[in-house]
């Protein structure tokens, strides 16, 4: 997300960027701010709305003109008696204000469509850059991020072996946009020649501060795919990256990337034999890998499993969609331990990965006088837009964290965390409260934000579940994730949901109980042994 909401584009600067005159730095702002972004957006609309309203409703309510329009010919009859200079200066300025008139027709259809045409011409260029063989596509989206070959062999693609990558390529088959080269100039002019209310759009962005790129944009009002772009680098019109917005999903970005070649032998890694192969593998082995996924952050939001294969005594960890780089640095977190297996490419169970999704934004199906509410005592729209970025963001990283609790509870329940010698238990111990504390300070960050909001304080709620007095940490887990998904769910209900205005206030009463609930869960893991 980006973190940059200090200094946003002035109503100005978004004016320039409309006019091509925003400066590259300004443009690069409004590509990665959401803020500025929904701005310009709701400029193009208004501006969109009142041509409608002008050509459709106001236009055939207008009066006629009191006199006809007289033609260039009717002028000049009206004056062939007139000689001289006069008939000279009157003739003149007839053929001076057609002329005025044509070329701003011209000027106005050529306004109109130059960034359609612009954005031809650099398709029709970057169709012809050379691109190299095997290049490889980093595909992001759902918080995944999944890598494929840039061209498949066909439009099929290999997307079987995960569920994520066959429901993009059934988003893009649905849209009619070529999924065997996703990137690829033809394509995406192949998708833009069959839409036919479609607006485009070409801007100069500069990548990093070194990088100059151009961004072909087209958006359409109707369909499965609304919003497709493409990033030419401008030194040869290669094709880099592109995003793409489908109706009712969360934003596709794709990115070309480095074939892995590195990260293929990190699938399945060798060993040393570091241990007897007679020693089974145990508990303290898997809180060991743990322990090192923790030091990494990889232990929560990831796509990770860790299991024991007890038959080959070994841990395995297992993820998929992660890029060659997290690979790279969870192979060197779990190379000093031995019996740990490695595998990047089945990926763990569907149930199994917490993965922090992209916040929602605010929603405009809020009722209106709980809007204007929200907008009052928080200081404005930008303000809520920024608190319900910070607030899903958190709530998020408390469903992961309460995942990562569950993990350890489920593989150290209490008879399994007795057994464990003085230091391992002491290595729990210090894992477990690194997630609480984050946990407290997450439930305190949401609760602070929301406080103009939330009503008044209410009588302490007890956790879901059974586990009222804590009698050991793992009993009350279950509390803290039911709590912790309660309060995920209310916060997006509110703050990116659709609801009437009557529900409003049982919303926010029931939003505050959720927080009341969480944090005690919290509190008591934080006081559990």
Known sequence: MHSNRTAHLTDEQLARFQDGELPSAGAAHLEHCPVCASRLRDWNAAAAAYAEYRDAIRAPLLSPAPQPWRSLDQLIAAHQSSRGT??????????????????????????????????????????????????????????????????????????????????????????RYGWREPLSPRTFQSWRNMQKDRRDSVSMISERGENRLYRVRTDVPAGVLRTASLLLRAEDLRPTAGDFEFAGEGPVSITETAAPVEAAPMARPTTPEASPVETPVGPADTLRVLAALNEIGADAGEPLDVSQDARHRRVVVRAAGLDPARQQQIAAALAPLPRVTLDFESGPPRTAAVSLAAPQTYSSNIPAGLRQRFEERLGGPVAVQELTDRTLEA??????????????????????????????????????LRHVAELERLAA????????????????????????????????????????????????????????????????????????????AVQSQSKGE
Not at 125 to 142: G, V, Y
Not at 467 to 492: H, I, K, M
């Open 395 to 432: 709530s998020a990283v408390i469903l992961a964290r309460a995942h990562a609790m569950e993990v350890l509870a489920a593989n150290f329940p209490p008879e399994t965390e007795a057994r464990l010698s003085l230091q391992d238990r002491s290595l729990l111990r210090r894992l477990r």
């Open 86 to 175: 006069n008939a000279l200066r009157w003739w003149a300025v007839a053929m001076a204000a057609a002329l005025s008139l044509a070329l701003a027709l011209v000027a106005t259809h050529r306004s109109a469509d130059q960034p359609s045409a612009r954005a031809n011409r650099l398709l029709a260029r970057s169709a012809l850059a050379t691109l190299p063989a095997n290049r490889m596509i980093a595909m992001r989206a759902r918080g995944r991020t999944l890598l494929r070959p840039a061209v498949l062999a066909s439009d099929e693609g290999d997307a079987a072996a995960d569920p994520d990558m066959a429901h993009l390529r059934n988003l893009f088959r649905s849209a």
């Open 445 to 520: 960050r949401i609760r602070t934000g929301l406080k103009p909001l939330l009503a008044s304080p209410s009588a302490p709620h007890p956790p879901f579940g059974d586990n009222q007095g804590g009698e050991t940490w793992q009993a009350g887990v279950s509390s803290l994730v039911a709590s912790a998904r309660e309060t995920d769910r209310v916060l997006n209900q509110i703050l990116a949901g659709s609801y009437s205005q009557s529900s409003a206030e049982d919303l926010l009463r029931g939003l505050a109980s959720a927080v009341d609930r969480l944090e005690s």
